[in-house]
């Protein structure tokens, strides 16, 4: 086992074969993955689709059912103990003490972590700084703000400067505008070395990874840069723009040329397999007596998400 931290290029996570059974149902189903230092990496998939279980098997907070992990140079399960000095594990829920200041949050973990008195409390104040709670120190958990629950939570996960910092889903729970405060954050940490491994539901998250594995059904569908999984999308993206959406959805299904195809908002996203299939899409659509504009439009995230898990992305609050 190694207690060095782990270099640049260097592989912090490395699972083979790694699966998840509760009883029969199969949560996470012969997974490799490979994650390298300063990478965020981040974990998408429709609910249930096994992210937080494969996370939780990370950390060692989860037996595996098979499959090897090898997290900054220990293996998992066995050096399951060591692992949690060196990781930060932080969930939408934020695992803070509400009865408890956020000063006190902070000082308990530094107890946790057996940090000498001088050193915890000059590396609280710096946190309590860098997350904008300096004013809040004595004000219990509990009543904060859902963004500064989340900031002290990160506080508290970063107290003791792991190396790996593992986040299930830390931003669903807050406004955009503290989103992407906790994303500059996130960049904050990668740029001093940290790793990041984050599960999201929001495409525009996913945008800024530097890497994506997306999971359905327990198995990595798709692993890549953003920018890979979107120049590797299997067809091209058309935007149809009609009254009906979920009409023109109906009428285009089974459609050979239709590979794949979602309701985003008010327009229908389809990913055509054919040369000419803006034209026959816009074709059919009349046929079956839809009004529509069917244009050719740039591919994102959502196209790739769609294409390899058949299902839109959902964001939690809008989840069925
Ligand atoms: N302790 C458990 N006992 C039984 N089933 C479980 C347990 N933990 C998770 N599951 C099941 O395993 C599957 C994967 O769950 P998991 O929480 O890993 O999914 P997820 O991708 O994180 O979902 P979401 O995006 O909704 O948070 C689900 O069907 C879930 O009900």
């Known amino acids: 086992m190694s207690t060095e931290a782990p270099r640049a290029g260097e592989q912090v996570i490395r699972a083979r074969g790694l699966s998840k059974r509760f009883g029969a149902l199969t949560a996470v189903d012969h997974l490799d993955l490979d994650v390298r230092r300063a990478e965020v990496f981040g974990f998408l998939g429709p609910n ?4 937080s279980t494969t996370i939780r098997m990370l950390c060692g907070l989860l037996r595996p059912s098979e499959g090897e992990i090898e997290v900054l140079g220990c293996h998992i ?3 399951a103990e060591a692992l949690k000095r060196r990781i930060g594990y932080m969930t939408q829920k934020f695992s803070l003490y509400e009865d408890l200041t956020v000063g006190e949050n902070l000082e308990f973990l530094a107890t946790v972590h057996g940090l000498a008195p001088r050193a915890a409390k000059a590396r609280i104040d710096e946190l309590l700084e860098r997350y904008w709670l300096a004013d809040r120190r004595k004000q219990m958990a509990g009543t904060l703000s859902g963004g500064q629950k989340q900031r002290l939570a990160l506080a508290g996960a970063v107290l003791h400067k792991p190396a790996l910092l593992l986040l299930d889903e830390p931003t669903s ?7 992407r405060e906790f994303w500059d954050s996130l960049f904050e940490l990668a740029e001093a070395g940290t790793t990041l491994l ?9 945008e800024r990874c530097t890497r994506l594995g997306i999971l359905d059904a327990g198995r990595l569908v798709a692993d890549g840069s953003p920018q ?6 299997p067809g091209r993206p058309l ?5 009906q959406p979920r009409q023109a959805q109906r009428a285009l299904e089974g459609l050979p040329e239709v590979l794949a195809q979602a ?5 229908l996203r389809v990913l055509s397999g054919a040369a000419d299939g803006r034209q026959r899409v816009a074709a059919h659509l009349q046929r ?3 009004v529509a504009t069917v244009e050719d439009t740039e591919a994102n995230l959502e196209d790739v998400f769609v294409s390899v898990t058949r299902r839109p992305a959902t964001a939690p609050e809008t989840a069925p």
């Not at 984050?198 to 996913?206: C, L, N």
């Not at 890979?228 to 999308?233: N, Q």
């Open 239 to 243: 935007l149809v723009d009609c009254a």
């Open 288 to 290: 079956a007596g839809i």
């Open 48 to 51: 249930g689709c096994g992210k």
């Open 228 to 233: 890979e999984l979107m120049a590797g999308l």
């Open 77 to 79: 399960p066995q050096d």
């Open 173 to 179: 729970a807050v406004d955009p505008q503290s989103r």
């Open 263 to 267: 309701q985003i908002g008010a327009h």
């Open 198 to 206: 984050v599960s999201t539901h929001y495409m525009d998250e996913a």
